[in-house]
């Protein structure tokens, strides 16, 4: 019998530290062994938003311990641990080193291969860690830095169709539930608060709905939330801005997924028409109802992560590992940190002032 594989995969781009180990069943399909994830909303909640110095300072002082745990709570032994993979970008400088440099360090003392994983495809391929799914595909990644329609072809080939010009959505979602005096991240709040509110009480904006292809925007909506959430007053006032905000999301979703689908079918005749959301806001039950019936409409085979695995997480991260190590894709120690490192490298740059669609 042969020897099973097991990697272990460090995640520290931003506000979480996580670890986690996984292996493979006999059909290749991957197991989680592990997956701690330790957040920082307690570090960075006064604030506002994610501190850079702070948040890599908590990721010194825990990360040791968070990969120990990961490593006792698989029963795997640290010599049995075939690969490291370690989140090299995109994200926080300062984080990204952290992760980085304790995975290369294991990987040096163990004599094992060190794998540098971009943490986007991690989201692309997130939904492979509770479902078989072949490729292609095509992914929307919605987390709190990222927005874009992906179209995956296979490991390591991915096809930018869409990308937001400003704003990502988790942080319109974050920056709405700031307004609204919620702590951050708020994102997951304002759906709790949306089912108490009336979604048709305000008309929001819905910035570049009908031009721009797939591309998205959401910087917009932000200055008319501004605007509408200093007058407001009353407690049900703001359950129906959040209500409000969540509709006019999920309308832009609606129109923007399906151009993308389009888009999609231009390049690809599978045989099976797969869509896979990602990240953070994949989380939302509303935005998972209205993209499952845009699905079933237009027939598509949905896949969403478990929960879990929406949002920052190191399974994704050593899934990614395990896929690479299959390839014996394997990195050398002085990989750097890559605070920008797009999946789609030939994609053109769209953010900013002067940004043509
Ligand atoms: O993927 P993730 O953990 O981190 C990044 O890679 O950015 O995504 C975090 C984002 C945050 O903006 C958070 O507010 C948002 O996902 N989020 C949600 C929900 N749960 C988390 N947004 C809307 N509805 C939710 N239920
Ligand atoms: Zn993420």
Redesign the pocket.
């Known amino acids: 019998m042969s020897k099973k594989t097991f990697i272990l995969g460090i995640e520290s781009?931003?506000?979480?530290t996580a670890a986690s180990i996984i292996t493979e069943n006999e059909t290749g399909e991957p197991i989680v062994l592990s997956s701690i994830v330790s957040s920082q909303n307690n570090v960075h909640k006064k604030f506002g938003g994610v501190v850079p110095e702070l948040a890599a300072r908590s990721h010194v002082e825990k990360i040791d311990t968070i990969v120990k745990l990961a490593i006792e709570k698989s029963g795997v032994k640290l010599k049995e641990i075939d690969a490291i993979a370690s989140t090299a970008g995109p994200?926080l400088i300062v984080c990204l080193s952290v992760g980085l440099s304790f995975g290369k360090s294991l990987a040096y003392s163990l004599n094992k291969p060190f794998i540098a994983v971009n943490?986007l495809e991690g989201?692309a391929l997130s939904a492979k860690l509770n479902s078989k799914i072949n490729y292609p595909y095509l992914v929307l990644l919605?987390?709190?830095?990222?927005s874009q329609f992906l179209s995956v072809k296979k490991l390591g080939g991915y096809k930018r169709l869409g990308t937001t010009i400003d704003d990502?959505?988790?942080?319109a979602?974050?920056k709405t539930?700031k307004l609204l005096g919620i702590d951050f991240?708020?994102?997951?709040q304002?759906?709790i608060l949306a089912k108490k509110g009336d979604p048709l009480k305000f008309n929001l904006p819905k910035p570049i709905l009908n031009k721009g292809g797939c591309n998205l925007s959401f910087a917009g909506l932000k200055t008319a939330i501004l605007k509408i959430a200093s007058k407001i007053k009353k407690d049900q006032e703001r359950f129906d801005l959040a209500a409000s905000f969540?509709k006019t999301i999920i309308e832009i979703l609606y129109k923007k997924t399906q151009i993308a689908f389009k888009e999609f079918e231009k390049k690809n005749s599978p045989e099976k028409k797969i869509f896979v959301v990602?990240?953070?806001?994949?989380?939302?039950?509303e935005?998972r109802k209205m993209l499952l019936n845009l699905c079933y409409e237009k027939k598509y085979h949905p896949y969403f992560p478990p929960i879990e695995f929406?949002?920052?997480?190191a399974a994704m991260i050593a899934l990614v590992g395990l896929e690479k190590f299959k390839l014996k894709q394997f990195n050398n120690l002085d990989h750097p940190a890559q605070p920008r490192w797009a999946l789609d490298e030939d994609a053109i740059f769209l953010k900013g002032a002067g940004v043509k669609l």
């Open positions: 781009s931003c506000d979480e994200g943490h989201h919605i987390s709190g830095g990222h990502a959505l988790g942080e979602f974050d539930a991240p708020g994102g997951a304002i759906e969540q990602a990240g953070g806001v994949a989380a939302n039950k935005i929406c949002g920052d997480n």
